[in-house]
């Protein structure tokens, strides 16, 4: 198995332009989790997915934020208009219900610099 | 806010056990703890996770006080990418919201 795939792996953009970073989760998982590291914050959930639903979004940071599933192997994350203080690693990861644990698989994370 | 307090770094030689403490004194009766680590530039990869009773996998060891506010996680023979920060989680299992918190930065020295 590849493991949980996101790109691109790194993106610059301007502030005000739109970002859209994608994940394929492992293949059979049916959660799907978004997060964001930045070093002042550390690891922070932003929402996550119950096979394709969004159930908790609460970690969304705002308006500007929004992600989707449209099916089970794919999601997107979009930031429009982003901003400097986007400006964070975001990493996508996906479990399965009957894991040990429950425990989640990462990808390796996009780093987003915004301008 | 983080219900685990750790160490904020950590050094081990090479080869040596590595023992990585956790306060949890808040932990409920339903919730597992579990540990994760990030190595640099990397996502955080599960470690081991447990309730009560010492758990031990092909990775490490976890020892958990027979009052359940503390625990211990042990890499029995550390090696230079064993270099990661540590995260210790308490959550319910299966539970999706994992707080990470800042971890233990655990060095192996050579």
């Known amino acids: 198995d590849a493991g949980v795939i996101q790109s691109p792996r790194h993106e610059v953009t301007e502030m005000g332009q739109e970002v859209t970073l994608r994940c394929k989760p492992i293949s059979g998982h049916d959660y799907l989790f978004w997060y964001r590291q930045t070093m002042m914050r550390g690891l922070e959930l932003l929402i996550y997915f119950n096979n394709n639903v969004p159930i908790d979004d609460s970690g969304m940071p705002e308006d500007r934020f929004s992600a989707k599933m449209p099916n089970a192997s794919f999601s997107t994350l979009k930031i429009q208009p982003s901003e400097p203080r986007d400006s964070a690693v975001y990493f996508c990861?996906?479990?399965?219900?009957?894991?040990?644990?429950?425990?989640?698989?990462f990808g390796p994370g996009t780093r987003l610099t915004v301008l | 806010d983080a219900k685990t307090t750790q160490p904020t770094s950590m050094d081990c030689a090479e080869g040596r056990a590595a023992n990585l403490p956790c306060n949890h004194s808040t932990i409920s009766g339903n919730e597992y703890v579990y540990w994760y680590r990030q190595i640099h530039s990397q996502g955080p990869q599960y470690i081991i996770h447990g309730l009560k009773n010492n758990e031990t996998n092909e990775m490490a060891s976890l020892i958990i006080t027979e009052d359940r506010k503390s625990s211990t996680l042990i890499l029995p023979h550390a090696t230079l990418r064993d270099t990661a920060v540590y995260y210790c989680i308490d959550a319910q299992t299966g539970a999706n919201n994992l707080f990470f918190g800042t971890g233990t930065r655990l060095t192996v020295i050579p």
């Open positions: 990861a996906s479990s399965l219900i009957e894991g040990r644990g429950r425990e989640q698989f």
